[in-house]
Nanobody, 117 residues
C-alpha cells in the first residue's frame, strides 16, 4: 500500500503561481512514476505531468512552458510548480504513484486549484 498526501492548492489570480507537493509513504518501490492529473467539473480526468524515478518527464501540451514537475527521491515527494496560471487550469489536482515493475497505481485525495480571472 502507498499513501499520498497532497498540499499546496488554493485560490490565485490569473497570471499567478502555485506549487503543489505530494509526499508518498508506505511500500515505495525504487522504480516508479509519480505525477499529477486534474479534473475540472464536467470534464474527464487528464494527465498534467509526470516524472519517473530516473527523472524523465512528460507534460500535457496545455501546460508546457508554464508548469514544471520535479521530485525528491530521498523524500518520495513530487512537486508541481505552476506559473502563468489561467482560469482554464481550475480543477481538482490529483497526485498519482505507479510502481514501474511491481504494478499498482495509487491516487491522492485531490487538492483544489482555482484560478480567478
Amino acid at each position: 500500500q502507498v499513501q499520498l498526501v497532497e498540499s499546496g492548492g488554493g485560490l490565485v489570480q490569473a497570471g499567478g503561481s502555485l506549487r503543489l507537493s505530494c509526499a508518498a509513504s508506505g511500500s515505495i518501490f525504487r522504480f516508479n512514476t509519480m505525477g499529477w492529473y486534474r479534473q475540472a467539473p464536467g470534464e474527464q480526468r487528464e494527465l498534467v505531468a509526470d516524472i519517473t524515478s530516473g527523472g524523465s518527464t512528460s507534460y500535457a501540451d496545455s501546460v508546457k512552458g508554464r508548469f514544471s514537475i520535479s521530485r525528491d527521491n530521498a523524500k518520495s515527494t513530487v512537486y508541481l510548480q505552476m506559473n502563468s496560471l489561467k482560469p482554464g487550469d481550475t480543477a481538482i489536482y490529483y497526485c498519482v504513484y505507479t510502481a514501474t515493475y511491481a504494478g499498482g497505481t495509487y491516487w491522492g485525495q485531490g487538492t483544489q486549484v482555482t484560478v480567478s480571472s
